[in-house]
């Protein structure tokens, strides 16, 4: 997944997040960019921008008011490419793509395309904060105030099980491919939990619902910003407190997750010679709220993309029209 530090979540998250929507970001399709370039990034002279979008819906959103905002007042082509965390760091060092629109923090690609090869460049904060932790329904939590500490989890642990987790309780995490730090947490923290994958975020967020329909107790990884917690309020449970390094040795982390705030960042090349867009790209930067408020229209409400940035662009002209380039 997402984590600033040592550790990443890499994130392939079913595109049906939103609706499938994501499947059709424009017309040329989501194509797989690890496999093949878009004709058209970093193209000399050529008044089109190739973003790379990332499969969790914030990530989408961030995209889709981009992408309308490069079309509808800057007069760009926008190509969209949708592809897993890590090698969106090399389709951007290598031109295949211009600009990554949210990231969570990857220190390794920072270190060899940022600071050592220069292909990539800092594009500024996104501008909302990122959080990774454990969480439980809030009815729960209002019954049994002690389950948010950790220490505590061991005694809920029955309450917790499912089919999947055996005689354990079950920590949901979302696809096998995130690379989380929920396994050696369970471990080094001496916890009697099975992690268990929902299989995607479409359905862990899926697996949520049931629970809360249901009233049901689980345990479950999740995130902040996401439009999840406006359906179903979750409490977060207190891990052991995130100091600086303490994620250095992912067999023996014993802490909590950090608190990122969200990057964007540029094909170097792009970032000098692409203009307008560049300049808006780099302006681009929203709230939590902006960014929930699209994202619940896209994953929830099932509006395209488009449509959505276009509702949020027609009530929001105060906080956008900043961003374009004079």
Known sequence: MRVRTHVRRTRVLGAVTAGGALLALSGCGAADMTK???????????????????????????????????????????????????????????????????????????????KEKK????????????????????????????????????????????????????????????VTNDKALVKNLGLDYEVVFAGSEAAQITQIEQFAKQRKPFLTYWYKPQWLFEKVP?????LPEYKEGCDADPAKIKCAYPHTPLQKYFNADFAKKGGDAAKFLKNFKW?????????????????????????????NEAKWRAWIPE
């Open 36 to 114: 093949q370039a878009s004709p058209y990034a970093n193209a000399a002279g050529a008044r089109t921008v190739t973003l790379s979008v990332q499969s969790w819906v914030g990530a989408q959103a961030d995209v889709a008011v981009a992408e309308y905002l490069l079309k509808n007042e800057l007069g760009y082509r926008v190509d969209k490419v949708q592809i897993d965390e890590v090698p969106a760091w090399d389709a951007l060092s290598q031109g295949r793509v211009d600009a990554i629109m949210e990231d969570w923090g990857h220190p390794e690609q920072e270190q060899r395309y940022v």
């Open 119 to 178: 292909t990539i460049v800092s594009g500024g904060d996104v501008g909302v904060t990122g959080h990774i932790g454990w969480y439980v329904p809030t009815y729960f939590a209002k019954k049994h105030p002690d389950v948010t500490d950790w220490k505590n989890l061991n005694k809920y642990a029955d309450q917790f099980r499912t089919s999947e987790s055996g005689d354990k309780g079950q920590l949901m995490d979302g696809s096998p491919s995130y």
């Open 234 to 238: 979750m409490t977060e449970v207190k």
């Open 287 to 315: 709230s939590e709220e902006d960014q929930n408020e699209v994202s619940l229209m896209i994953a929830d409400q099932k509006m395209s993309p488009d449509a959505a940035a276009k509702k949020w662009v027609e009530k």
